[in-house]
């Protein structure tokens, strides 16, 4: 004890020396504030509080002409920016139409908004914050001007720039690049470079209103890719008062609480704008996961038309707060940021090109050029009737349920006889229900039910179709496990929203249906692609040809299970990926109402949406869809002998360019009354097997020859008459009236069709 004071006096300058270090370490260390990401890493500082005001709060004008400088050139396209209001334009030199990253300038005198929005529509960059040291905080909405933002970390880059952009007050700062390439400019979000101070970010708007117009006399209207595709005219401001679509790129996901919707889901990543005559295609590249697509018609936030996305980086979720799970409350997860960088292309187009039917052909251009899709080959005069034979499905008794057999190996034999005996010459043959227990019974795709003929019943179908050169495919669901099959367990292999609730479907009929975590999945998805391939089928139809309980390729969900776990970033790769494998197994690869992210490597897609959503904001549905899609893949709507209004239905189809389909069984329809998961409306094929001859031969004389054959127009020739055209010069025309249409030498009868040859090549 003594040798360590006589120590300490003998060293007091060192030791006070290090007393004060010390002191002055800890000090900084409680003063500054540090921040981690979710995984665990530091973020740098939050910028502080700049003492100059923001040069734009200065006035309510838009940016000014002069003080833009060219910083990237293409053939078509010259790119400039100006440093002051963070703005960019775009010059089609083919036209010499200027676009602006803010609302059109020669409509600003005569917009009536004040306030906060007329701030909003002057910045590059809207944000929705969240202060996370507040306890009783609610969102706050503010922009780069009102937050006394500035530019920082301006630099060049090829054909661009790249700059930050700092909102002081509210302690972020979003990095940003925007650049020219061919005939597209490109903004992107660098997630790397992201800062959040105390307040995090819940989402950003970049550039919302590039290309905003006021209605004027020209003609102006949104493409939204609500459903097949849906126009929204500039119309007059009075009438809109509360109509605004905001809708998520590849619909909800349920991990999150969301706004709810009735709207069809979104399946593509695009969005367009036509005023007068020049327009834009929009398309979603990068994060397009965690994007909605907004737009809002003049008269609502201001007189502006305007179309852009909402980029999210958190999402309210439902925190269960006690044992029993009936009590929670709404809330966002801090830590929880949805990472990824965030990339939009505005692809400009001039004339013709600026119509919805010009967005199309330039979206099936970027599915060619910069996705891989690759077009249809085929020398057929035929199209082929795209036949589903369910097998059986268990019913609901009253002791216990029992099997109801719908159509057995022999039975499939005797029904594809029938048909192609009567004139039906092509078919692609899906079976769907036909493992141990039926449909109903979600898990192992294989064995084949014993009682519908067995693996060996089934390989000798598929002879017998491969003997009329039928292909056949084979319908499996992986997104739901009721049986246990595989090892699985709900309680350790389903997945699970954020706040740890087991993530079911729950059906019209009130089934609750646990969902198999994706990457759980992957443990025996290449042993089952094997064993499909071993029975003789050609393919695999993802979500069994049916709407009932989504399959790969339909939901993006965001998976919080402790081990198979998955973002939404994730599930998109991983549904990919499967379809991808799949692909290199099979020759056909089909999926059911699936989403853009995986119809690259689809052969066809069964329930494609062919209308809109009927809401009040929209004006009527266009087929973007399958104008982008058709000649790439092919693809079916409902079955025929499942429509609701049988005569407008086929006509959409033939408006469509959409093959026919049926779903059938040998065994009489109500038989399945009281089923466990499916209704069928009329099945039977005996009572369908001369309207299918009828179905296939109308569809033949309108599709045949064209499958590989891309449509490159269409158009409203009068009210409820549309003309679809094809690259080769067909032509076909809808009359959805109950009147003949005449146009010179063109007649269409009431509710119907007609072919036009002319100029075929």
């Known amino acids: 004890m003594n040798r360590s004071l006589e120590l300490i006096r003998n060293h007091i300058p060192q030791t006070v020396g290090v007393l004060l270090l010390l002191i002055v370490l800890i000090y900084v260390a409680a003063t500054k504030e540090v921040h981690l990401r979710s995984d665990g890493s530091t973020l740098a500082e939050a910028p502080l509080a700049s003492e100059k005001a923001n040069p734009m709060a200065e006035h309510e004008n838009m940016p000014a002409a002069a ?19 963070g703005h960019f334009t775009v010059t089609d030199k083919r036209s010499g139409k200027v676009w602006h990253s803010y609302p059109n300038p020669e409509h600003w005198e005569q917009e009536t908004i004040g306030g906060i929005w007329k701030n909003h529509l002057r910045a590059p960059v809207m944000i929705q914050t969240l202060d996370f040291e507040t306890q009783s905080a609610r969102p706050q909405i503010s922009n780069w001007i009102n937050a006394n933002g500035t530019i920082e970390d301006m630099t060049p880059i090829d054909n661009g720039v790249s700059l930050t952009y700092v909102l002081t007050d509210i302690g972020v700062s979003i990095p940003v690049e925007i650049r020219i390439e061919d005939d597209y400019v490109e903004t992107r979000i660098v997630d790397e470079g992201i800062i959040e101070g105390k307040f995090g970010i819940l989402w950003v708007r970049l550039f919302p209103f590039f290309g905003a117009q006021h209605t004027t006399d020209q003609e102006g209207y949104f493409l939204i890719p609500d459903g097949s595709g849906a126009i929204v005219s500039f119309n007059d401001s009075s009438r809109n008062k509360t109509k605004v679509y905001k809708e998520p790129i590849y619909g909800q996901d349920f991990s999150y609480r969301g706004e709810g919707s009735s709207r069809l889901q979104m399946k593509m990543p695009v969005f367009g704008l036509k005023f007068g005559d020049a327009g834009f295609l929009s398309i979603v590249g990068t994060g397009a996961e965690y994007t909605d697509i907004l737009a809002s018609p003049s008269g609502v936030y201001s007189m502006y038309n305007w179309i852009g996305t909402e980029m999210r980086y958190r999402s309210p979720f439902e925190q269960i707060t006690n044992r029993h799970r009936e009590r929670s409350f709404i809330t966002y997860d801090e830590e929880e940021r949805f990472r990824n960088d965030r990339v939009v292309r505005y692809y400009l187009l001039d004339g013709e090109q600026s119509t919805y039917a010009g967005m199309a052909n330039r979206y099936r251009q970027y599915l060619m050029d910069d996705e891989g899709y690759a077009r249809i080959e085929s020398d057929k005069e035929t199209v082929p009737l795209h036949l589903t034979l369910l097998g059986g499905d268990s019913k609901k008794s009253v002791f ?21 005996g009567l004139g039906v010459e092509d078919m692609n043959i899906n079976l769907m229900g036909w493992q141990e227990g039926g449909y109903s019974e979600f898990g192992d795709v294989l064995p084949i039910d014993g009682r519908l003929g067995g693996d060996d019943g089934i390989r000798s179908f598929v002879d017998f179709a491969h003997s009329l050169e039928f292909p056949v495919t084979y319908g499996v669901n992986y997104m739901l496990n009721n049986t246990g099959a595989q090892g699985f367990s709900t309680r350790y292999h389903a997945m699970r929203d954020l706040s740890g609730t087991i993530m079911k479907y729950e059906d019209w009929y009130g089934n609750e249906l646990p969902m198999a975590s994706l990457r759980y999945i992957d443990e025996y998805f290449d042993d089952d692609l094997e064993t499909i391939d071993s029975m003789g089928f050609d393919g695999v139809t993802f979500g069994n040809g049916y709407w009932y309980g989504g399959g790969l390729g339909q939901w993006l969900i965001s998976d919080y299970n402790d081990r198979y776990g998955s973002s939404r970033t994730q599930a998109l790769e991983q549904q990919a990926d499967y379809f991808r494998r799949a692909s290199e197994k099979f020759k056909l690869v089909n999926g059911t109402v699936t989403g853009q992210y995986v119809n690259r490597n689809v052969s066809h897609v069964y329930n494609m949406f062919n209308d809109y959503s009927y809401d009040l904001f ?79 031969q109308i569809y033949n004389e309108v599709q045949g020859g064209v499958m590989d054959q891309f449509i490159v127009d269409h158009r409203e020739l009068a009210d409820n008459v549309y003309e679809t055209t094809y690259e080769n010069g067909r032509k076909v025309v809808v009359n959805y009236n109950n009147t003949t249409y005449v146009n010179g030498s063109l007649q269409v009868e009431g509710k119907g069709y007609t072919v036009v040859k002319e100029g075929e090549r």
């Open 400 to 420: 216990m349920d029992s099997y109801v057999p719908m159509t057995t190996a022999s039975q499939a034999m005797e029904v594809v006889q029938s048909l192609y």
């Open 67 to 85: 003080s833009f400088e060219p910083i990237g050139e293409t053939d078509v396209l010259l790119l400039s920016f100006d440093e002051v209001s």
């Open 618 to 696: 929209t004006d009527r549905s266009v087929p973007f869809m399958q104008m982008a899609l058709h000649g790439l893949i092919t693809y079916t709507t409902g079955y025929v002998n499942e429509r609701e209004q049988y005569r407008q239905q086929l006509l959409r189809d033939l408006e469509y360019g959409a093959l026919p389909s049926m779903i059938l069984t040998h065994e009489p329809t109500q038989e399945l009354n009281n089923s466990r998961n499916i209704r069928l409306f009329s099945s039977q094929y005996e009572e369908w097997s001369e309207k299918a001859v009828e179905q296939y």
